[in-house]
T-cell receptor
Framework: SQQGEEDPQALSIQEGENATMNCSYKTSINNLQWYRQNSGRGLVHLILIRSNEREKHSGRLRVTLDTSKKSSSLLITASRAADTASYFCATDAQAGTALIFGKGTTLSVSS | EAGVAQSPRYKIIEKRQSVAFWCNPISGHATLYWYQQILGQGPKLLIQFQNNGVVDDSQLPKDRFSAERLKGVDSTLKIQPAKLEDSAVYLC???????????????FGEGSWLTVV
């Protein structure tokens, strides 16, 4: 079963624009993580936010978490063509349990 | 630090044949996962090992899928007999719980692409 649902399913923007992806989940979580997957490749970890955190930054990435709404957002600022990929949110119910992934958002950045 | 290694990268088999995938996790990682990713979907957990013991195999189709991690390091995932719907990428991943129990970053291999015809 899939815990997270990303929205939108697909997003097309121009280089330099910001990209925002949303994730909703169903049950309580320990952590929420975002992963990137380039076409034909494995998943790469981007950022982890704990359930007691509300916002986190890493370079051009900004993640927010609202546990009351069971939702998270990933913002990529000043996007580049190299950001073209699928982005997945993943949650774990408690430490030591496996991550459950959403269906992903496909981001296309054109130059 | 070497990443998660998987082989083979690509495999094409006929339905009802068998196939095996191999994974070598990051050195020192006690937890190993196999995920199945069907095209256009997110990864779905098949099985989770902690050292050489199974933690979660609730979504593993045990009538045709099997996995083992005999010495707590390498792992193999086998499908026998394969069905058309098994066409997917099989992702191996590993993690360490060192550094605080709240930190559970999972590191993925490049995947083994299976096509069943």
């Amino acid at each position: 079963s899939q815990q997270g649902e990303e929205d939108p399913q697909a997003l097309s923007i121009q280089e330099g624009e910001n990209a925002t992806m949303n994730c909703s989940y169903k049950t309580s979580i320990n952590n929420l993580q975002w992963y990137r997957q380039n076409s034909g490749r494995g998943l790469v970890h981007l950022i982890l936010i704990r359930s007691n955190e509300r916002e986190k930054h890493s370079g051009r990435l900004r993640v927010t978490l609202d546990t009351s709404k069971k939702s998270s957002s990933l913002l990529i600022t000043a996007s580049r063509a190299a950001d073209t990929a699928s982005y997945f949110c993943a949650t774990d119910a408690q430490a030591g349990t496996a991550l459950i992934f959403g269906k992903g958002t496909t981001l296309s950045v054109s130059s | 630090e070497a990443g998660v290694a998987q082989s083979p990268r690509y495999k094409i088999i006929e339905k009802r044949q068998s196939v095996a995938f191999w994974c070598n996790p990051i050195s020192g990682h006690a937890t190993l996962y196999w995920y199945q990713q069907i095209l256009g979907q997110g990864p779905k957990l098949l099985i989770q090992f902690q050292n050489n013991g199974v933690v979660d195999d609730s979504q593993l189709p045990k009538d045709r899928f099997s996995a083992e991690r005999l010495k707590g390091v390498d792992s193999t995932l086998k499908i026998q007999p394969a069905k058309l719907e098994d066409s997917a990428v099989y992702l191996c991943a590993s993690s360490s719980l060192r550094g605080g129990e709240g930190r559970n970053t999972i590191y993925f291999g490049e995947g083994s692409w299976l096509t069943v015809v």
